[in-house]
DNA sequence: TATTGTTATACTCTATAACTATA
DNA sequence: TATAGTTATAGAGTATAACAATA
């Protein structure tokens, strides 16, 4: 999800570079020496929306610092931060993801101390899931860097397209969930 | 990227179940037994792209029989199928990708006979690729379901909002790529 | 020296299955 | 029997570094 503490020394596996816009050019006649073509790829939403999220991940990515978030690990932290004293099963229902996803991860977070995680007094089976003070620092800065992507695309969109996409997503999330 | 001929009995990893809807409540008083708050999330652009994307591939593989091809190997053999005799490089260059990034793919996609690799007449470093019979099949098959998708997507939108996605996630794309 | 491709290694994110401990 | 969480294993997708072969 998050990723804590990248391993200190770890080589942090960086986001593709950006494809050369060059290659963005709809089928064509245009075979010019380096210019490939992606088809139909570019005709789909899908694709788009790929290739936002991507870009997006990417962006993120280098206005990071070392051991910085990850985008999982700091919408974690989020809804950890949200709900003091949540539980990993909760959490992963929330995010549609299996329990045994989260383990790990918030192994992690606890190890790099940016989690506490304590027994509940009710329930010897769960834990309830906390912030540190370094978990909180960690969050706020990374949610600097959120909002400041926020406004990067903001600032390309009227607030009424703004307004749209957010809207638009929904009903694309709500009709695929359902499709099928 | 494209995943071929997944591993005949491997038990293909599956995307995470939809999200329950209650978890998209903006933050809120609604304490409920078992709504936690998302905080901040759901007003991100950047997070409702994640999911949009989430709920893409999730769709797809709901639609996808065994031994599908997986979305970025879709992508892969589209390339390829629009340019044969294309090499392993360019197509990296083309997506934007480390070129280490593609040999394993590659290697699983020629194993599976989806995909011929001949060495160039010209040039004895380079690769040559192109789709086999059995790799157009594939290919024209994984397409037919990539476009059903297309069309559940175009069905909630109106033509203008369809179109206003295309142009205006090319230009989130854009203004990320050159920010920072 | 530069380029094509491979291999080893690593990291994120995700899953299923099997298991322990607690309810 | 059901639930909370862990561990082992697996797979997609991505990277860097080091290397071989060819240019």
Redesign the interface.
């Known amino acids: 999800m998050t990723d804590t503490t990248r391993p200190k020394g770890a080589t942090s596996p960086r986001p ?6 060059a ?2 050019v709809d ?1 064509g006649q245009g075979e010019a020496p ?1 210019t ?6 570019p005709g ?10 991507a ?2 991940f ?3 990515d ?2 990071a610092g070392e051991s910085d978030l990850s ?1 999982g690990r700091f ?1 974690l932290l ?2 950890i ?3 003091p004293g ?1 539980t990993q099963t ?2 992963a ?6 329990k045994s ?1 989260l383990s790990p991860v918030i192994d992690q977070l606890v190890k790099g101390r940016l989690v506490a995680r304590k027994r509940s007094k009710t329930d010897g089976r769960a834990y309830g899931l906390s912030l540190t003070a370094a978990g909180r620092r960690s969050l706020d800065a990374k ?1 600097a860097q ?1 909002e400041a ?2 406004k ?6 009227s607030p009424r ?2 307004a ?3 809207e ?10 359902v ?2």
């Not at 638009?168 to 969930?177: C, Q, S, T």
């Open positions: 593709p570079a950006p494809p050369p816009a290659a963005n089928e380096d490939l073509s992606l088809g139909p790829l789909y939403l899908g694709y788009k929306l790929r290739q936002a999220q870009a997006s990417r962006h993120i280098r206005m985008p919408s989020t809804v931060g949200a709900n949540v909760r959490i229902r929330a995010f549609g993801l299996d996803t949610r959120i992507q926020e990067v695309m903001a600032a390309t969109l397209e703004h749209g996409m957010m638009i997503l929904d009903r694309i999330v709500a009709a695929l969930d499709a099928r």
